[in-house]
């Protein structure tokens, strides 16, 4: 297998770990964010890395023309979704009215020694994580009847934009607390105004790609009547 594609491939393996990390590894000391973060972004370097090594190497195959988008989406999809949940567990621990304040799912993560909830937010609110994840599926079925038919779409500068706010989001918003040994509000309503950004980014970017192909789409079209 060429060098390039291996890189590529590596973001399979680097997504779960990540997520492993994120909602196992203990909240004491930020563990589960310092991990999931260092290893989101050694995914992120993964995406940089394979195109740079391909070119350099002219290693560009038409396998790795596919793998690459996969692979992209496989990683960012999983770990938004995981990100939705607490993270080690536990995630922020939020008040009643902070939760009240939030766009993120609030869970219970346990019982104080009074009886009342422990109440834990993960980092993503949803609704812009299922919209992300509607697009990828959206485009990839668009792009895979294509392909079953020999036809071609065109990418869009776009797609490329799409993928590195995606990425500056899911970095950001793991990084932030990491960083800070500790989290504050702030930091929440941060990670939920960007994933909306990167979320409405997505569906831009979708909207450019069928108005673009338009013509290669009809064809489509004109071939299953």
């Known amino acids: 297998m060429l060098a390039a594609d291996r890189i590529t491939l590596a973001r399979l393996v680097l997504a779960p770990l990540a997520v492993a990390a994120y909602l ?60 939705l949940l607490p993270a080690g567990g536990v995630g922020f621990t939020v008040t009643a009215a902070q939760a009240a304040d939030l766009q993120q799912s609030v869970h219970l993560v346990g019982i104080a020694g009074d009886g009342s909830a422990i109440l834990g937010a993960g980092l993503m609110p949803w609704l812009p994580v299922v919209l992300m994840v509607m697009r990828e599926i959206v485009q990839g079925a668009v792009r895979a009847m294509c392909a079953a038919r020999g036809l071609v779409l065109a990418a869009r500068w776009s797609g490329k934009a799409k993928a590195w706010v995606q990425g500056v989001v899911l970095i950001t918003s793991i990084g932030l607390p990491a960083v800070f040994f500790g989290w504050q509000e702030w930091m929440l309503h941060a990670a939920a105004w960007g994933c909306w950004a990167a979320a409405l980014l997505s569906l831009a970017s979708l909207g450019e790609y069928l108005w673009v192909n338009r013509s290669v789409l009809g064809s489509l079209a004109r071939r299953t009547a």
């Not at 589960?32 to 050694?42: E, F, P, R, T, V």
């Not at 370097?45 to 195109?51: A, E, I, Q, S």
């Open 24 to 83: 196992l590894l203990p909240m004491e000391g930020n563990a589960c964010l310092w991990a999931a973060g260092w290893i989101c972004g050694a995914a992120e370097f993964t995406d940089w890395l394979d195109g740079r090594v391909a070119r350099a190497r002219n290693e560009v195959s038409d396998f790795g023309k596919l793998a690459d988008p996969f692979c992209d989406v496989f990683y960012r999809m999983l770990v938004y979704l995981a990100l």
